[in-house]
């Protein structure tokens, strides 16, 4: 079992910032944030590929967010960056764990124009 908690979310104006942070209940390689707005599909954000430590961006947030990790606190971060309205979303992270997906419960992102 894996356990996931997303903190950090909020409101934050245009062109704002934000750190998330998604606590583990172990120390997990292969982990990444997706992220649901109201009415659409959950979409990959940013992924991990376990082994190479590759990241994989979607085109929307290239240059604007950015993935990493702090392995002794067994945590992932966020930096979200030049926060635009159409980032307003729940922001979720998971971690596969013996070819399960874990999802923490998610943090709401809400960007004013």
């Known amino acids: 079992q894996v356990q996931l908690v997303e903190s950090g979310g909020g409101l934050v104006q245009a062109g704002g910032s934000l750190r998330l942070s998604c606590a583990a209940s172990r120390s997990i390689f292969g982990m990444g944030w997706y992220r649901q707005a109201p009415g659409k599909q959950r979409e990959m954000v940013v992924t991990i590929t376990p082994g190479s430590g590759r990241t994989n961006y979607a085109d929307s947030v290239k240059g604007r967010l950015t993935i990493s990790g702090d392995n002794a606190q067994n945590t992932l971060y966020l930096q979200m960056n030049s926060l635009k309205p159409e980032d307003t979303a729940v922001y979720y992270c998971?971690?596969?764990?013996?070819?399960?997906?874990?999802w923490g419960q998610g943090t709401q992102v809400t960007v004013s124009s």
């Open positions: 998971y971690a596969d764990w013996l070819n399960r997906r874990y």
